[in-house]
């Protein structure tokens, strides 16, 4: 029987798990990995794109900008498919997980193969293998995948079905408040998640944003400053309470002193990963909050 846990857990337990997910997009040691598939890393998204679509198979630009949702499908075309040309799904996995294992034997080798590691691995499996994936197709994808055996590249897998089963849950989030994929962006940056320039990673046109903008302010969520009103900010909230009710149900399913002790055990780990400098100090990744 599933137990009741809070919501300030939910989302503790991403901020958790977060970095260990997102070091395969910045670490020195997967962009040696990408280089060496063909990929151009003087850009990080065509080995964004290759890692974290790979699970989906050789995916088209429309399913990938329907499942991703934030990015305007012009930049999604500009990569999708051609990373197929670059290297195969199939190839790009298995180069995924030798980054993953040079990533985090570089960026954490006092964790490697410490009991404590094999311990959270153990408690982040049960709750992603908890984690239902119906209607949730990036999730569903990454849960297809075979467990590796090393308990650091379990670890990451369990992070990685977890972090798309929430983000899965999130898109649902901003269908539910009426936000198309541009309006979802503008909407973040007016709550002061990030500076605006920030979410120009996302191939937005100016005209794009203004006019999502216009949208917005429409509605009422913000002002001629481009600012969040009362309206907006409590939209806003309400979404992020929505993305942490979608993505409960794992950790009902571990427990709250399941889910404490993975937080304890992956907690440093985190923080190192945080440290390490790998991180642009302002992006989409939004910890503390989601576009």
Same mark, same amino acid.
């Given at each position: 029987m ?9 989302r503790q ?5 977060e ?8 670490s020195p040691?997967?962009?040696e990995?990408a280089a060496a598939?063909g990929?151009?890393?003087g ?8 890692w974290?679509?790979a699970p989906?198979?050789?995916?088209g630009?429309?399913l990938v900008?329907a499942i991703?949702?934030?990015?305007s499908p012009?930049?999604i075309?500009?990569y +999708?498919?051609a990373?197929?040309?670059? !290297? /195969? $799904?199939?190839? %790009?996995?298995? *180069? =995924?997980l030798r980054a993953?294992?040079?990533?985090l034997?570089g960026l954490?080798?006092d964790?490697i193969?410490?009991p404590?590691?094999?311990?959270a ?9 908890a984690a239902?994936t ?10 297809d995948?075979?467990?590796p055996d090393?308990p650091?590249?379990v670890?990451w897998?369990a992070a990685?079905?977890l ?11 901003l269908l539910?408040a009426g936000?198309?994929?541009?309006e979802?962006? +503008?909407s973040?940056?007016?709550?002061g !998640? /990030? $500076?605006?320039? %920030?979410?120009? *990673? =996302?191939?937005w ?5 203004q006019?999502?903008q216009?949208?917005?302010a ?9 600012q ?11 979404i992020?309470r929505?993305?942490?009710?979608l993505?409960?149900g794992p ?5 709250t ?6 937080a ?7 923080v ?7 991180f642009?100090?302002q992006?989409?990744?939004?910890l503390?909050?989601?576009?």
């Amino acid at each position: 029987m599933s137990e009741t846990v809070g919501l300030g857990l939910v989302r503790q337990m991403w901020q958790v798990l977060e970095p260990v997910h997102a070091a395969i997009y910045y670490s020195p040691q997967a962009n040696e990995e990408a280089a060496a598939l063909g990929y151009d890393t003087g850009s990080r998204w065509p080995s964004y794109f290759a890692w974290r679509t790979a699970p989906l198979g050789a995916a088209g630009p429309e399913l990938v900008t329907a499942i991703y949702y934030s990015f305007s499908p012009a930049m999604i075309r500009d990569y +999708v498919p051609a990373i197929w040309n670059t !290297a /195969a $799904p199939e190839t %790009v996995l298995v *180069s =995924r997980l030798r980054a993953v294992d040079r990533t985090l034997r570089g960026l954490l080798p006092d964790a490697i193969g410490t009991p404590e590691l094999a311990e959270a691995a153990a408690l982040a499996r049960r709750a992603a293998e908890a984690a239902v994936t119906a209607g949730r197709p990036l999730a569903a994808a990454n849960a297809d995948l075979a467990w590796p055996d090393e308990p650091h590249l379990v670890l990451w897998q369990a992070a990685t079905v977890l972090r798309e089963h929430r983000g899965d849950g999130h898109l649902a989030a901003l269908l539910a408040a009426g936000l198309d994929p541009c309006e979802a962006l +503008v909407s973040f940056a007016a709550i002061g !998640a /990030a $500076p605006v320039e %920030v979410f120009a *990673s =996302r191939g937005w046109t100016p005209q794009e944003w203004q006019a999502a903008q216009a949208r917005l302010a429409a509605r009422g969520w913000i002002d001629t400053d481009g600012q969040a009103t009362e309206v907006g900010t409590a939209g806003r909230a309400e979404i992020e309470r929505l993305t942490d009710e979608l993505a409960a149900g794992p950790w009902r399913a571990l427990g709250t002193a399941g889910a404490g002790r993975l937080a304890q055990l992956v907690g440093p780990s985190a923080v190192a990963l945080a440290r390490s400098g790998i991180f642009p100090r302002q992006s989409t990744l939004g910890l503390g909050a989601r576009p």
